[in-house]
């Protein structure tokens, strides 16, 4: 039998329908593969084979009753940040150690009434604050490309099961580009819808403002039958866009004749890595050459993203991270009063970068300071939000680098924390306007890292950005490449 993690979901379920294989087969596979890579690779924080095997064979059982539900079967795993109902869910912190939700996550629920089979939670960054995975508050993940290298973040683990083949999607979560940039470090697929598309019930929140929860997979059509599970009104979460979701496998079929495809000039500025330029410019040739127009726009508030996002995400953040206190959810250290327990819990709970962004956070938020940063970040947002309404009057999509380099050594970066931040530099400011933003592999540096891509669309414009990056999979190969796990 031809090796069944190496299937898209398309031809899985076709296979699955046709009774070639059974969900059983596809799912101990998967299992396999995580028994044999994930102790180097490290993307899980909990495997859960029980529940997987259990969901296969109910897979098994209602195809034979004649059920085709759309994912009905296919092994999934989720990004520690999603509630999972009688699974514990970290977020990667210390401080949620035990805690064992009682409900799922809407896009966990639609999952699982698709007939997604789970096979278990995902290693991030802390709270998904960070790019590389390296701030979980358990264990780093390794880039299955190079293990030397970082699977980008926060949601890395999300990344690197899928890159590894241990699961066939995954969702994570995007903020500042958590989902777009560990796509790219390690050469998959993923989207990160916009702002209200996905519901944010049951995801634990960072920035409440940016959060959104979106798909990895191994190609760009898989990620659309993940999303079209996913999206959608949740009367569960106030932000979620009441609006009918569009037949993304449909609407991602056509050519992109007459499409039009600015380039920002400002994300081709200094400090990208060479090869990474090359590889982008080469893929908006190749969109040319399949009918779309391409030209250079600008962005006139680029340089406020940056200053801008880390302002109110934190400030958010620190209103958010004020309920781990050690009574509600998870760990608890017992102090020798109410304070002090609360002081303990939290010091010994919360590793450094949330400390440090509770603490920033906290700060812009504060009498005397509030106007001079929160209220000034959030002017300057509706200045970016402004700049993208009038690029998106003129072109149908952007098309840019996801990130300024390929994956960083363990270690190179992390030692500052500026450094870190300065890595977001391209992918934030469609968190800052709530636009989609699908990430995709478009080459290898010479060191054999995969390089990314991403296509910006207008908000609620997935489906074009879909169409675009499934036309440009047809005619490229980058996607179908598979590191070499050892
Ligand atoms: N690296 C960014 C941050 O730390 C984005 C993280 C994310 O998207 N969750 O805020």
């Known amino acids: 039998m031809a090796d069944l993690t190496r299937l898209t979901i398309s031809d899985a379920l076709q296979k699955m329908q046709s009774g070639e294989i059974s969900a059983l087969d596809l799912c101990q596979a998967h299992l396999q593969q995580i028994d044999r890579h994930d102790s180097a690779i490290r993307a899980f924080i909990k495997v859960t084979p029980e529940i997987a095997l259990e969901q296969a064979r109910a897979a098994d059982n209602a195809r034979a009753n004649g059920d085709e539900r759309p994912l009905l079967g296919i092994p999934i795993a989720l990004k520690d940040v999603l509630s ?3 699974i514990e869910t970290t977020c ?3 401080i949620l150690q035990g805690y064992v939700p009682l409900f799922d996550a809407t896009a966990v629920a639609r999952l699982k009434e698709a007939g997604a089979v ?5 290693n991030m960054d802390e709270f998904a604050m960070g790019s590389s995975t390296e701030n979980s508050g358990y264990f780093p993940t390794r880039n299955p490309w190079n293990s030397e290298h970082v699977p980008g973040g926060s949601s890395g683990g999300s990344a690197a099961a899928v ?11 995007d903020t500042g580009g958590s989902i777009r940039q560990p796509a790219s470090f390690c050469g998959i697929s993923a989207l990160k819808p916009s702002y209200g598309r996905v519901s944010r019930y049951g995801l634990i929140a960072y920035g409440s403002s940016f959060d959104q929860t979106g798909p990895f997979a191994r190609s760009v059509e898989d990620v659309a039958r993940v999303m079209a599970v996913i999206a959608g009104h949740d009367p ?26 600015g380039l920002p000039a400002e994300y081709f500025a200094e400090g990208l890595q060479p090869e990474v330029e090359r590889a982008v410019r080469a893929a908006a ?7 779309a127009e391409v030209r250079e726009v600008s962005l006139a508030h680029a340089e406020y993203c940056l200053p801008a996002y880390y302002i109110i995400a934190m400030a958010e953040a620190s209103a958010n991270l004020a309920r781990f206190d050690g009574v509600r959810f998870g760990a608890r250290v017992e102090g020798s009063d109410l ?23 906290t700060y812009t938020l504060s009498a005397g300071y509030y106007d001079a940063y929160y209220g000034k970040a959030q002017a300057v947002r509706t200045l970016i939000r402004r700049d993208f309404d009038a690029l998106f009057a003129q072109v149908d999509a952007l098309l840019a680098p996801v990130a300024p380099t390929t994956a960083f050594r363990f270690g190179e970066v992390m030692d500052d924390p500026l450094r870190m931040i300065l890595a977001d530099v391209l992918t934030i400011s469609a968190n800052l306007a709530g636009l989609c933003g699908l990430s995709l592999p478009c080459g290898f540096d010479e060191a054999g890292l995969p390089i990314g891509l991403q296509l910006l669309g207008a908000p609620f414009d997935e489906a074009r950005m879909l169409r675009i990056g499934c036309a440009y999979q047809e005619a490229t190969d980058w996607h179908l490449r598979k ?3 050892t």
């Open 483 to 485: 590191p070499a796990l």
């Open 118 to 122: 789970l096979l278990g939670k995902l």
């Open 92 to 94: 990667g912190s210390r």
């Open 84 to 86: 999972t109902q009688g």
């Open 236 to 261: 569960l979460d106030s932000t979620s866009m009441p609006a009918p979701v569009p037949d993304y496998l449909t609407e991602m079929q056509g050519e992109l004749r007459g499409l039009k495809i």
């Open 339 to 361: 304070i002090d327990s609360y002081k303990k819990t939290r010091g010994a709970g919360f590793g450094e970068e949330a400390k440090r962004r509770i603490m920033l956070g």
């Open 163 to 173: 890159a590894a083949n241990m699961v066939m999607a995954s969702l994570g979560s």
């Open 285 to 291: 040739d190749q969109l040319q050459s399949l009918g």
